[in-house]
């Protein structure tokens, strides 16, 4: 017995034909009877103490149930992945633009909308810190201080200077918030269950964790608390964080009838969580023959008003700030502060996107200052097996960085530049999970009295195939056909704790996780004579006898914790690779860029699904269009889709995906991630294909065609002086 279809094919995805029919129900369209409707009101000053709060207009408006404030919270009025630095409703002070006050619950949606804007607050305003630059020495936001995190790594002789370089590369990188814009914008529903329970449906990317923090703000123990995955209309890191779950909670709570919250649009880019802006120094070191000798690097960043996720991205851009090369000689210093702009969280690359963007800039300016072809230069730097990264983890396996290189080799040699047409390359490494911290998952299998194996997974689904890629491990490492096991996904009371679907860890962490639960299921059946044709139904009745009807499967990456002063140590146990080729055409006259073709090379391990692998790097590509190009979120002004630009399919270029097989020994099957890695290195590659075609490299992400305008300008002066 054996399943036909195997790893490495490209099955239909399990929700392909829900979601092309549109008969999928996602969380704001379902309807529980008696639903009631929660509306915020929000902070309109990005820094203030709240004198007086007056709530009768939104008490007499007709359909309003409660108004609920700080003092309505039963449990802990804080939340945060990390740091529990954020109210969910304002005790006293605001400091942020948006920052939710006060909850309306009202019998229908437009009531509690209405009420929201009859409540009158009286603020005094506070001084506004929007420069991350300024923060430090600046009024404190919070009582510790501006200085969210400070962040160091330190490899070999970081203090000797430049002095053994044949040339110096410094440059400083600029990038700004952005914002995640899913299609389907945050939304759930609450209700009490006939044990008195309370369940939450929403839209989500990590059901235990918004089950701990909904625990911990009703004061209630965890077992009380069930949370939902609806289906998810996108995610990109912005539905990590807890967003309309708490609300709901407090409403089912107080009014012990269900209670929906869906954001619109502007509230949703009012509220979510942004791309973290980073300022970025970066000098560069090496020898006449290419060889990267030494990188000095300084990272500022704003996290906005509260922490999220700023400590993680100030890690991670520290440790991968040399890109995917070996540099012997390394200082890096990450520091995220707090300012009154909108929180910045979690969102595809947790900083190494914008990491990118800086070292392959230095790399190309390297390879120009010495004569070296840009693909050369990489080629002698590129980290392999038996390489050392910047945290000094030695490389064993799973490095097919220069497998990546080779693969657009004959691209880069059959490139024709020519006036306004430029081709760009851009690598990247990504370490695999949650950073040099404990980062397990856990998933469990039932035989079922029906026959069928159940499938119990946490994971949650946001549309980048997880269920599929893992229903196939499932299905490969026993052995049977897809019609023999039930997916019971997204559901904390039927699943176990699978971690966030974050940091591309889903297909190697989970995977291997269930990949263990299956080995151990398939040595009972094999005891049991299934795959003898032995019939599961018979094989049942003796496993509830026996009390086998469930297996459970866990897997924990093994790393080791950084050095919190030098930063060295085993981050991650393994890391993705790749390179882009970029071509773009520039026009002179509007400059507007446009690309036109990439050519994507990505070191996954081992393919699960062709299928699903492709669709990720294609989606990376267009997000890492909108990053180079066009999208940036401005804080307070910045309010809709039509003032805030994303690729659309008219700005997709002609793709062509080369999948690099080098498989990681502690994968399911050899495979790693491709979530994050697909957007990675795609703007650095624009950048230098903007550079190649105009002669202009752009230092300020997006270089959008006012940008581009203003450095042609600013070249044409500089040229005119000479």
């Not at 000689?329 to 910045?344: K, R």
Request: aromatic content about 8%; charged content about 25%.
């Amino acid at each position: 017995m054996g399943w036909i279809m195997g790893i490495g094919k490209g099955i239909e995805r399990i929700d392909a034909l829900q979601k092309v029919l549109g008969t999928c129900l996602y969380a704001g369209d379902i309807k529980v009877e008696g639903m009631l409707f929660g509306v915020l009101v929000r902070s309109e000053r990005p820094h203030a103490k709240l004198l007086e709060i007056d709530d009768r207009g939104a008490w007499e408006t007709p359909g309003v149930v409660r108004v609920l404030s700080h003092r309505d919270i039963p449990g802990k009025n804080r939340f945060g992945v990390i740091r529990k630095d954020q109210p969910y409703l304002a005790e006293g002070y605001v400091r942020y633009y948006g920052e939710p006050i006060l909850l309306i619950i009202a019998e229908d949606e437009r009531s509690a909308r209405d009420a929201a804007k009859r409540i009158k607050i009286t603020y005094q305003d506070l001084p506004v810190i929007q420069d991350p630059q300024g923060a430090q020495g600046a009024m404190p936001i919070h009582g510790g201080g501006n200085l969210l995190t400070q962040k160091r790594l330190i490899k070999g002789n970081w203090d000797k200077g430049f002095g053994d370089s044949d040339v110096v590369v410094e440059h400083h990188y600029l990038t700004h918030f952005l914002d995640h814009a899913f299609l389907e914008c945050e939304a759930g529903v609450g209700y009490l269950d006939a044990d008195g329970r309370i369940v939450i449906i929403s839209s989500t990317q990590n059901i235990h964790y918004k089950q701990k923090e909904v625990s911990a703000l009703l004061n209630v123990p965890e077992s009380r608390v069930r949370v939902i995955q609806a289906e998810t209309g996108g995610g990109f890191g912005g539905k990590l964080d807890v967003t309309v779950e708490g609300y709901i909670a407090l409403g089912v709570f107080h009014t012990k009838r269900p209670v929906m919250v869906r954001y619109t649009r502007q509230e949703s880019m009012l509220s979510n969580t942004k791309r973290h802006p980073l300022s970025i120094w970066y000098k560069s070191g090496a020898r006449k023959d290419g060889t990267l000798v030494r990188v000095q690097v300084r990272i500022v960043g704003d996290t906005g008003a509260y922490a999220s996720y700023g400590e993680v991205v100030a890690q991670r851009a520290c440790v991968h700030a040399t890109g995917p090369y070996e540099v012997a000689n390394c200082y890096v210093e990450s520091l995220m502060y707090y300012t009154n702009n909108p929180t910045a969280g979690a969102m595809r690359g947790f900083g190494t996107p914008q990491m990118a963007f800086a070292h392959e800039s230095q790399m190309d300016e390297l390879a120009s200052i010495l004569g070296i072809d840009p693909l050369e230069i990489r080629i002698k730097n590129g980290l392999k097996k038996g390489s050392y990264t910047a945290t000094g983890q030695r490389l064993d396996h799973s490095a097919g960085f220069l497998d990546t290189l080779k693969a657009i080799d004959p691209h880069w040699r059959e490139r024709k530049p020519k006036d306004g047409i430029g081709y760009g390359i851009g690598c990247m490494y990504y370490g695999i999970g949650n950073t040099g911290v404990p980062n397990p998952s856990a998933c469990f299998l039932t035989l079922r009295e029906d026959g069928l194996i159940g499938f119990h997974l946490g994971a949650c689904e946001i549309g980048q195939g997880s269920d599929t890629v893992l229903m196939q491990i499932l299905l490969e490492a026993l052995g049977i056909e897809p019609k023999s096991a039930v997916l019971v996904r997204g559901d904390t009371e039927a699943s176990l704790d699978a971690g966030s679907t974050s940091a591309s860890r889903q297909t190697y962490i989970t995977g291997r996780a269930v990949f263990d639960a299956a080995m151990k299921l398939r040595s009972y059946l094999d005891k049991k004579g299934f795959y003898k044709g032995r019939d599961l139904k018979d094989i049942y009745q003796e496993a509830s006898k026996e009390g086998m009807l469930r297996f459970d499967g866990f897997f924990d990456p093994p790393t080791t914790p950084l050095d919190p002063n030098t930063g060295q140590g085993i981050p991650y146990a393994t890391y993705a690779f790749a390179t882009h080729m970029t071509q773009v055409e520039v026009d002179n006259s509007t400059f507007r860029c446009r690309v036109k073709k990439v050519i994507a090379a990505h070191d996954v391990g081992r393919v699960i699904n062709p299928v699903t692998t492709k669709g990720q790097i294609y989606g990376g590509i267009a997000m890492g269009i909108g990053l180079a190009l066009m999208e940036e979120y401005v804080p307070q002004k910045t309010k809709n889709l039509n003032q805030y630009f994303i690729p659309t399919a008219m700005d997709m270029p002609e793709v062509e995906v080369i999948l690099v097989e080098d498989p990681e020994p502690t994968g399911p099957f050899g495979a790693k991630g491709v979530g994050e890695p697909a957007l990675i290195p795609q703007a650095a590659s624009i950048c230098n294909a903007i550079k190649d075609a105009t002669g202009i490299r752009p230092f300020e992400l997006p270089c959008n065609f006012e940008r581009l305008c203003l450095l042609f300008e600013k070249e044409k002066a500089i040229g005119s002086q000479k």
